[in-house]
């Protein structure tokens, strides 16, 4: 049962343009969302979370949007960078479990 | 450098024998979590392990078992290794705590498993 989708396998964008990656899930429990970013051969990174309580949390040129109702998360990445070049995964959990559910990812392409 | 460290890095097997992963977390987590990932797909929770019990379990066989240690390592066995145990298995540590901001786990680079 895939509980997390990313519907889009790619991405590519300009250098400076805004990247925007989304995330769908089905599970209503679900109370902390986090997106990951992972370069080949390594494991995947934490960059950003928000939980449920929130609708935007912010960190630098990454944002994070949560949208409740239609259980869909989003992240935005301005300006978008050529090191921003990796596979993202948006992951989801019930509150305080760490059985952490993830996406099949999102490989984004900044072209400089 | 998220602190967690896992070894091997890379190892082939064959099918129907026994493999032993480990993973060492960072400093201060007391939780420690298997995931599975195949190419192409995101990664899949085995089992996470809280002060040294297993503290839930994925959709994975019994032939998947792990072990915490007092000092928070760990190891994950797999027992009659089939074709499609070859995956990425990645360990991540973290906090359990009560905190309304979640627990945010880290990942350490990964076991490369083929099984031939």
């Known amino acids: 049962d895939q509980q997390v989708k990313q519907n889009s396998p790619s991405l590519s964008v300009q250098e400076g343009r805004i990247s925007i990656l989304n995330c769908d899930y089905t599970?209503?429990?679900?109370?902390?969302f986090l997106w990951y970013k992972k370069y080949p051969a390594e494991g995947p990174t934490f960059l950003i979370s928000?939980?449920?309580?929130?609708d935007k949390n912010e960190d630098g040129r990454f944002t994070v949007f949560l949208n409740k109702s239609a259980k869909h998360l989003s992240l935005h990445i301005v300006p978008s960078q050529p090191g921003d070049s990796a596979v993202y995964f948006c992951?989801?959990?019930?509150?305080?479990?760490?059985?952490?559910?993830f996406g099949a990812g999102t490989r984004l392409t900044v072209k400089p | 450098e998220t602190g967690v460290t896992q070894s091997p890095t890379h190892l082939i097997k064959t099918r129907g024998q026994q493999v032993t992963l480990r993973c060492s977390s960072q400093?201060?987590?007391?939780?420690v979590s298997w995931y599975q990932q195949a190419l192409g797909q995101g990664p899949q929770f085995i089992f996470q392990?809280?002060?040294?019990?297993?503290?839930g379990r994925g959709n994975f066989p019994p032939r998947f078992s792990g072990l915490q240690f007092p000092n928070y390592s760990s190891e994950l066995n797999v027992n009659a290794l089939e074709l499609d145990d070859s995956a990425l298995y990645l360990c991540?540590?973290?906090?359990?705590?009560?905190?309304?901001?979640?627990?945010?786990?880290?990942f350490g680079e990964g076991s490369w498993l083929t099984v031939v």
């Open positions: 991540a540590s973290s906090v359990a705590t009560q905190s309304l901001s979640g627990n945010t786990i880290y």
């Open positions: 599970n209503s429990m679900f109370d902390y």
């Open positions: 928000i939980s449920s309580i929130k």
């Open positions: 992951a989801a959990s019930p509150y305080n479990n760490n059985d952490m559910r």
């Open positions: 400093s201060g987590h007391n939780t």
């Open positions: 392990y809280y002060r040294e019990e297993e503290n």
